[in-house]
Structure formats: C-alpha cells, structure tokens
C-alpha cells in the first residue's frame, strides 16, 4: 500500500514533443505529489507539486494532472527539448506527518535533437 | 532559496575507515533532515530520518551502527559510514525540510567509492 508505481521505465521524443510519465499509489492518505528531474550524477531537483485538491497544476511546459479517484498522476512535458533528457522522479508524501516521501523507480527520458 | 549543501561531493577511501557527509541547509532551518543512498540507475532509497536534537529513526534492513546519523543544529546533519568496505560504495544523497515548506530539498549528493 506505501508503493509509488511508476511508467514507462525509459521514454524517447522528439525535440517539440509531449513527455508523459505516469504514477499511481494505493494509499489514499497521501495528500502531497511531487516531482523531481535528477540528471546524472547531481541531487533532484523539484519540478512541480500538486495537493489532491486541485486536478492540474502547470508551470511553464511542465503540467501535472491528478486524478484522485484513480488514484493517480502524471507529468507532461510540452515541447521537449534535449536539455530535458534525464531520470524523472514522482514522489508521494503525507504533509502531516514525517514528509517521507515514496519514491517511483524513475523514468529515464531521452529527448532527441 | 531552499539551498542545501552537501560536502564531500565525492570520497574515496580504503577498505575500514569511516567516512563522514555533511549536509546544511544554507536558507531556512532544517527541522527535518533526510538521508538516502542510490545506486546507479536506480531509485532513491530512503535510509533514515532524523529530527534536530533528535535520534535518527532508520528504514528497515539500514544498519543503525554502520550508518551514524547526527542532527545537531537545524541546518546541519552528519552521516557517518563507519568502517567502509567496498559494498557501501554509492551515491549518498540527503534532503532537509522546515516549518513552512511542504517538500523536501535535496542537497547535490555525495559520491562515495570504498576501495
């Protein structure tokens, strides 16, 4: 019930392409959904995040949307560039409680030029 | 703002010495720090927790003696990996987080190679 499952595992676009990585979790107490870009070598880096009151959150041409009674959410990337290829993480977490955040096993982008 | 900071960036030690990481939270104070270790090509795993002023609460299978964690003020925490050997060899990575923010922040991780 704590797991995060995450897809696809690894992605390939095109340069102007949509980027999409799904999530789904089974715990309905997380109230917390991050996302992180981590490029090798280097810490992640927060992305976005989406409370489960709201059922899309964009910044930029980074957009999560959230469907909680499907328990789950999903990152799009709109027009893809190279600079993007890296491993994205989501992330669940409960606010009031310790912020442990489960993690998903990434997913490994590759934007081709 | 919401720097963390982490030091070394890498290590490379002989086969049973220790190791010690620091990590500070150059912006806010870190109530909450945590610490966790990656492998390549894989998630991040979450290895303890730990509270300023607090002991460390460790994830299960982590071995509290070999992975000494302190949080001793509210911007720095310490882990230190007690006589390496080449099997604790990864990359560290550790994360704080403070009254008023909802996310964790990651320090730019540390990589250890025991040899």
């Known amino acids: 019930q704590q797991q995060v499952k995450q897809s696809p595992q690894s992605l390939i676009v095109q340069k102007g392409g949509i980027s999409i990585i799904n999530c789904a979790y089974e715990?309905?107490?997380?109230?917390?959904f991050p996302w992180y870009q981590q490029f090798p070598g280097k810490g992640p880096a927060l992305l976005i995040a989406?409370?489960?009151?709201?059922s899309e959150k964009k910044e930029g041409r980074f957009t999560i949307s959230f469907n909680k009674s499907a328990k789950q959410f999903s990152l799009h990337i709109m027009d893809s560039q190279p600079g993007d290829s890296a491993t994205y993480f989501c992330?669940?977490?409960?606010?009031?409680?310790?912020?442990?955040?489960?993690f998903g096993t990434g997913t490994r982008l590759k934007v081709l030029a | 703002g919401a720097v963390v900071s982490q030091h070394p960036s890498r290590v490379i030690c002989k086969s049973g010495t220790s190791v010690k990481i620091e990590c500070r939270s150059l912006?806010?104070?870190?109530?909450?720090m945590f610490w966790y270790r990656q492998f390549p090509k894989q998630s991040l795993m979450l290895m303890a927790t730990?509270?300023?002023?607090?002991?460390?609460?460790?994830e299960q299978g982590v071995e509290k003696d070999k992975f000494l964690i302190n949080h001793a003020s509210l911007t720095l925490s310490t882990l230190t990996v007690t006589s390496a050997h080449p099997e604790d060899s990864s990359f560290y990575i550790c994360?704080?987080?403070?009254?008023?923010?909802?996310?964790?922040?990651f320090g730019p991780g540390t990589r250890l190679t025991v040899l």
């Open positions: 994360s704080a987080s403070g009254r008023g923010l909802d996310t964790q922040y």
């Open positions: 715990n309905t107490a997380f109230d917390y």
């Open positions: 989406i409370r489960p009151d709201v």
């Open positions: 730990s509270n300023e002023g607090s002991k460390a609460t460790y």
């Open positions: 992330a669940a977490s409960i606010i009031s409680g310790t912020y442990k955040y489960i």
């Open positions: 912006d806010f104070q870190a109530t909450t």
